[in-house]
């Protein structure tokens, strides 16, 4: 039965030059999913269009996904990372299977000997998450051309507001 990750904790690892996804399951240690910068620019834009189709009937969409990409940035709240131990499993992840519902989109990462997780986003964790992805790449410098403008502007003012001129 392929674990269903509950909670997970993304950082960029430089000296893997990878995205490392940690997270808990369910009665189960937690489990560390290695993503390759491959792996993720296939990835992304699956999961940008189903947000784009969440709105896809409005002719200002790409406001509205800006809009919707800064609220759901506002509401992410720092929580404790998740922690990997000695019981948990690590593996790089060589695939990705995407299934897509009007309500989330459920992802199972696949790794080379059988293992397997699973996540579940609906579109505001999807949008907190994707956000999170972003600044993984911006840390990378990683090729943001796969991102969409709303993604891009989104992260804009927090980083202006970081500047300071005297």
Known sequence: MTPSLQRITTEYI??????????ET???APVVVWLTQRVVQRLL?????WLERQNADTSRAEILHSFAQ??????LT???PVRAGAGSTAWLVLSVDIAQSDQAVSLT??????QDASLALAAKPLRQWLAIVHDAYLKAEWSLDVWP????????????????LH
């Open 14 to 23: 430089d000296l893997e030059d990878r995205i490392r996804l940690s997270g």
């Open 26 to 28: 369910k009665n189960a």
């Open 45 to 49: 834009p699956a999961l940008l269009q």
């Open 70 to 75: 800064q609220a759901a940035e506002a509401e």
């Open 78 to 80: 720092p929580q404790t």
């Open 109 to 114: 990462f696949r790794g080379a000997d059988g």
């Open 149 to 164: 403008e709303w993604v891009r502007e989104s992260t804009l003012p927090a980083r202006q507001q970081a500047v300071v």
